[in-house]
T-cell receptor
Framework: AQSVTQPDIHITVSEGASLELRCNYS??????LFWYVQSPGQGLQLLLK??????LVQGIKGFEAEFKRSQSSFNLRKPSVHWSDAAEYFC????????????FGQGTELSVKP | GAGVSQSPRYKVAKRGQDVALRCDPI?????LFWYQQALGQGPEFLTY????????KSGLPSDRFFAERPEGSVSTLKIQRTQQEDSAVYLC?????????????FGPGTRLTVL
């Protein structure tokens, strides 16, 4: 069955520190992977996506993610966190059929300490 | 240009009432998705439209849930005889094409509270 696991429910980092949010997926075929961010009262915004090719993908707001097939992982990273990055982050895999419906992890809430 | 809009943003219903949630996708987007997001959880797929055709409704939790998109643009998600477990944020997303390669753009959601 297709599934996405985000092991960390809540992470707190200091402003200026580096960040890594973990994501593991279970998918039978080549995964299409996404990271979304959700701020309070806002819709989900796409940060980056991986379909094929270079396993290190760059996204918006200074985020990047690395696809590691051997580990079934797609971890999100940022070298220096800003207070405005505090939000909920969701990893998702796109289903091959059903129009490409997204299967989401349960999310990681990021808090940023001043 | 306008993004995906949803109305109402907040809805409080008494148990047993019927509710209707509206989604206005980005103009010209052929694909439309509904997701349900319970508190503290990630969104879960409910149903998918390609134009006016509902191609997948496997995620609808019960026959109390019904969705339509009669003219291939605006969509309505209807919940009959609401129950407390229906309390959640309902998200709508649209995309310009078909398939997982196309980015889904999300609306702000409708927060439904059933008392």
């Amino acid at each position: 069955a297709q599934s996405v696991t985000q092991p960390d429910i809540h992470i707190t980092v200091s402003e200026g520190a580096s960040l890594e949010l973990r994501c593991n997926y279970s998918y039978g075929a080549t995964p299409y992977l996404f990271w979304y961010v959700q701020s309070p009262g806002q819709g989900l915004q796409l940060l980056l996506k991986y379909f094929s090719g270079d396993t290190l993908v760059q996204g918006i707001k200074g985020f990047e993610a690395e696809f590691k097939r051997s580990q079934s992982s797609f971890n999100l990273r940022k070298p220096s966190v800003h207070w405005s990055d505090a939000a909920e982050y969701f990893c998702a895999v796109g289903a091959y059929n059903q129009g490409g419906k997204l299967i989401f992890g349960q999310g990681t809430e990021l808090s940023v300490k001043p | 240009g306008a993004g995906v809009s949803q109305s109402p943003r907040y809805k409080v219903a008494k148990r047993g009432q019927d509710v209707a949630l509206r989604c206005d996708p980005i103009s010209g987007h052929v694909s439309l998705f509904w997701y349900q997001q319970a508190l503290g959880q990630g969104p879960e797929f409910l149903t998918y439209f390609q134009n006016e055709a509902q191609l997948d409704k496997s995620g609808l939790p019960s026959d109390r849930f019904f969705a339509e998109r009669p003219e291939g643009s605006v969509s309505t998600l209807k919940i009959q005889r609401t129950q407390q477990e229906d309390s959640a944020v309902y998200l709508c997303a649209s995309s310009s094409g078909q398939g997982r390669r196309n980015e889904q753009f999300f609306g702000p959601g409708t927060r439904l509270t059933v008392l």
